[in-house]
């Protein structure tokens, strides 16, 4: 005798077969996106040491209804190299009918760089 299958799995299943995108393979879609962009970006030297806070702030609008981002670090420059460890927070809202409508990334960052 046979399982049968609970009555929410068989909505699901029926209601479902139709599907936007299909199980297996992938999707692609190109899509060009112009936006005008504004923004800030500058470094606070921490007394006479060599720690300093580096910062950038950028907001903008377009073919997207808003993106911008912030970044801050606490950074430490010796001989011709700077270090530093921060956090960056991302925001794209494209709005509209794109296929992805917004998209928000945030963690922290660890750099180096080498000035010549």
């Known amino acids: 005798m046979g399982q049968k299958e609970p009555l929410l799995s068989q909505y ?26 504004g923004g800030v970006r500058g470094r606070v030297n921490l007394g006479d040491s060599n720690w300093y806070i580096p910062y950038y702030a950028d907001v903008g609008a377009g073919d997207s209804d808003l993106t911008w981002q912030l970044f801050t670090a606490l950074g430490y420059s010796f001989d011709k190299w700077d270090v530093g460890l921060g956090f960056r927070h991302i925001v794209f809202e494209a709005g509209g009918d794109s296929i992805i409508d917004n998209i928000s990334m945030s963690g922290p960052i660890l750099g180096a760089s080498y000035n010549f």
């Open 12 to 37: 699901m299943n029926s209601r479902f077969r139709e599907q936007t995108f299909a199980r297996t393979g992938q999707f692609e879609e190109d899509v060009t996106v112009w936006n005008g962009v």
